[in-house]
């Protein structure tokens, strides 16, 4: 039944919206509807069903078509046991059989992935990876924003581990010069190349508060040492991190989202960097910027 499905069907759960998406299969997939509606997650539990039984009620009246399957990208990890929802900031959704619960909903089969994997699995199928090499063996899809995380993408599918973290390179030890990270744990990938942590870093050396994004104008515009020192620690301690996830899963295109990978100085330094930490001669491994911005999600759940 698989191989005979035509039209996807994807939702992406946000903490203030949700989002719906119908893409035609083929070789060059087509979107044929897209809507989005609040969440409302503080009315409850079973109010966030409602929303997406009235997403997808929209989604089926735009098209003419009934979903045989449903793909939910949502904020948290699907604990492989008992296939409910933990580390979620959508609280209501915690411990909660979501997923049977929307198979009872819909009467469809239902796959769950969290945000980073849909994000990857979107840039695979979808997005800047697949114009580069649609049959790509391994995409590595990296979320550096507020967290660092990322999604693994193995032959089309996603590669979710045992326990649902594969691609949780920022809860990796890197320099403890990060200080304490929310796990509990010291120098964490995550306390040394995040947005704040780069913000905060700026601010130790001067005082002053800037976004990421104005310390590398101030950076590119050769207009303050202490945002080019900012960002040759970003530079220089990405390079590390990434050469081990390299070194790992070896992967043929990564892909850097979120607002951390705006900084155009690691397309270059950055890349350089890594290099000098790789177990091989030279980097062949293409690091490219994601195309799909905020839809990346529920593309991605779409193709689960």
Same mark, same amino acid.
């Given at each position: 039944?698989?191989?005979?499905?035509?039209?996807?069907?994807?939702?992406?759960?946000?903490?203030?919206?949700?989002?719906?998406?119908?893409?035609?299969?083929?070789?060059?997939?087509?979107?044929?509807?897209?809507?989005?509606?609040?969440?409302?997650?503080?009315?409850?539990?079973?109010?966030?069903?409602?929303?997406?039984?009235?997403?997808?009620?929209?989604?089926?009246?735009?098209?003419?078509?009934?979903?045989?399957?449903?793909?939910?990208?949502?904020?948290?990890?699907?604990?492989?046991?008992?296939?409910?929802?933990?580390?979620?900031?959508?609280?209501?959704?915690?411990?909660?059989?979501?997923?049977?619960?929307?198979?009872?909903?819909?009467?469809?089969?239902?796959?769950?992935?969290?945000?980073?994997?849909?994000?990857?699995?979107?840039?695979?199928?979808?997005?800047?990876?697949?114009?580069?090499?649609?049959?790509?063996?391994?995409?590595?899809?990296?979320?550096?924003?507020?967290?660092?995380?990322?999604?693994?993408?193995?032959?089309?599918?996603?590669?979710?581990?045992?326990?649902?973290?594969?691609?949780?390179?920022? @809860?990796? #030890?890197?320099?403890?010069?990060?200080? /304490?990270?929310?796990?509990?744990?010291? =120098?964490?990938?995550?306390? *040394? +190349?995040?947005?704040?942590a780069l913000e905060l870093y700026y601010q130790s050396l001067t005082g002053n508060e800037?976004?990421?994004?104005?310390?590398?104008?101030?950076?590119?515009?050769?207009?303050?040492?202490?945002?080019?020192?900012?960002?040759?620690?970003?530079?220089?301690?990405?390079?590390?991190?990434?050469?081990?996830?390299?070194?790992?899963?070896?992967?043929?295109?990564?892909?850097?989202?979120?607002?951390?990978?705006?900084?155009?100085?690691?397309?270059?330094?950055?890349?350089?960097?890594?290099?000098? @930490?790789? #177990?091989?001669?030279?980097?062949?491994? /293409?690091?490219?910027?994601?195309?799909? =911005?905020?839809?990346?999600? *529920? +593309?991605?759940?779409?193709?689960?």
């Amino acid at each position: 039944m698989h191989q005979n499905i035509k039209h996807l069907w994807g939702v992406d759960l946000g903490g203030t919206k949700i989002e719906g998406v119908v893409i035609r299969k083929g070789d060059k997939p087509e979107i044929l509807a897209r809507e989005r509606i609040p969440t409302e997650r503080e009315k409850g539990y079973d109010h966030i069903i409602h929303q997406i039984e009235k997403l997808i009620g929209q989604l089926k009246k735009a098209t003419g078509l009934e979903p045989e399957k449903l793909g939910i990208g949502v904020p948290g990890t699907i604990d492989k046991n008992t296939r409910r929802l933990k580390n979620c900031n959508t609280t209501v959704l915690i411990g909660k059989p979501f997923r049977e619960d929307l198979e009872k909903s819909f009467s469809v089969p239902v796959r769950m992935a969290n945000d980073a994997n849909c994000f990857a699995l979107a840039e695979a199928k979808f997005g800047a990876a697949y114009k580069i090499n649609p049959q790509a063996e391994v995409v590595f899809g990296v979320i550096m924003g507020t967290g660092v995380g990322g999604g693994i993408v193995v032959n089309g599918e996603i590669l979710e581990g045992l326990q649902g973290i594969a691609g949780e390179w920022g @809860h990796n #030890f890197l320099d403890e010069s990060g200080g /304490k990270c929310y796990c509990g744990r010291i =120098g964490c990938v995550e306390t *040394v +190349i995040s947005g704040p942590a780069l913000e905060l870093y700026y601010q130790s050396l001067t005082g002053n508060e800037l976004k990421l994004d104005e310390i590398s104008r101030l950076h590119e515009d050769n207009a303050d040492p202490y945002a080019t020192q900012t960002i040759d620690r970003l530079n220089y301690f990405f390079g590390r991190a990434i050469a081990y996830v390299i070194n790992i899963i070896d992967p043929e295109i990564i892909l850097l989202g979120g607002g951390v990978g705006n900084v155009s100085a690691l397309y270059k330094k950055g890349v350089e960097e890594t290099q000098k @930490h790789v #177990f091989n001669q030279g980097l062949e491994t /293409k690091f490219v910027k994601p195309e799909l =911005g905020d839809s990346a999600g *529920v +593309i991605g759940a779409a193709f689960l």
